[in-house]
């Protein structure tokens, strides 16, 4: 059964720009969350999919979107990039049931310059 | 506001020995706690988790232990192998916490350095 898989692997941009992260969850997983990791902060919940719809979102600014697609694959979007949003970006999928785990893709290395 | 400290950011033990690996939370609404492992480039691999109702789950030479009343649980790696050499992110969660259960509330991980 193939993992969770995300592209591009490494990403460089500049401030101002934007940018779009793809996650393929594991097959019949229907929830997706994306995760931001940073040295200083660790990891932070960004948002959760689930059936198409973001049932919830973490601490931050408006910038930081996301949708997912009827196949549960799901994007991330952030626009006018800021030099502190460079950090690998994690995503993660589950079946979302009651209690279990979730399962991480390789994360996608972005660099803000 | 950190709702899941794990205090000490790195550990080193010998082959062989015990890792014990912290890590306090302060949200009482959490009642399921896992434990990802992580290694440099690659996304973070689930270990090993406990529902608030348990005080102990074993899973080979990986147990975590619950305190609730303290609010603090720990993983122990026994015996302790090279391999284990990694972060070690301690996660909680909620049940309906925000409305679902996929967002796992992350400690800052420890790393974890088992010598040869």
């Given at each position: 059964?193939?993992?969770?898989?995300?592209?591009?692997?490494?990403?460089?941009?500049?401030?101002?720009?934007?940018?779009?992260?793809?996650?393929s969850p594991i097959s019949g997983h229907r929830s997706v969350s994306w995760y931001q990791?940073?040295?200083?902060?660790?990891?932070?919940?960004?948002?959760?999919?689930f059936s198409e719809t973001q049932r919830n979102k973490g601490n931050f600014p408006?910038?930081?979107?996301?949708?997912?697609?009827?196949?549960?694959?799901?994007?991330?979007?952030v626009s006018t990039?800021?030099?502190?949003?460079?950090?690998l970006y994690l995503c993660a999928s589950s079946l979302a049931l009651v209690r279990d785990e979730q399962f991480f893709g390789p994360g996608t290395r972005l660099t803000v310059l | 506001d950190q709702q899941v400290k794990q205090n000490s950011p790195s550990l080193s033990v010998q082959e062989?020995?015990?890792?014990?690996?912290?890590?306090?939370?302060?949200?009482?609404?959490?009642?399921?706690?896992?434990?990802?492992?992580?290694?440099?480039?690659?996304?973070?691999t689930f270990l090993i988790s406990i529902s608030s109702i348990k005080d102990k789950?074993?899973?080979?030479?990986?147990?975590?232990?619950?305190?609730?009343s303290a609010k603090h649980l720990s993983l122990h790696i026994v015996p302790s192998q090279p391999g284990d050499s990694a972060v070690y992110f301690c996660a909680a969660s909620a049940l309906n916490y925000g409305g679902s259960q996929?967002?796992?509330?992350?400690?800052?991980?420890?790393?974890?350095s088992v010598k040869p």
């Open positions: 059964k193939a993992g969770v898989t995300q592209t591009p692997r490494y990403l460089i941009k500049t401030r101002g720009q934007q940018v779009t992260l793809s996650c990791q940073t040295p200083g902060q660790g990891l932070q919940f960004l948002f959760e999919y408006g910038r930081f979107s996301g949708r997912q697609f009827s196949n549960s694959r799901s994007e991330m979007n990039l800021e030099l502190g949003d460079s950090a | 062989g020995r015990i890792s014990i690996l912290n890590c306090d939370y302060t949200n009482s609404m959490f009642d399921y706690f896992l434990w990802y492992k992580k290694y440099p480039a690659e996304g973070p789950n074993e899973d080979g030479r990986f147990t975590v232990f619950l305190n609730k996929g967002n796992l509330i992350f400690g800052k991980g420890t790393k974890l």
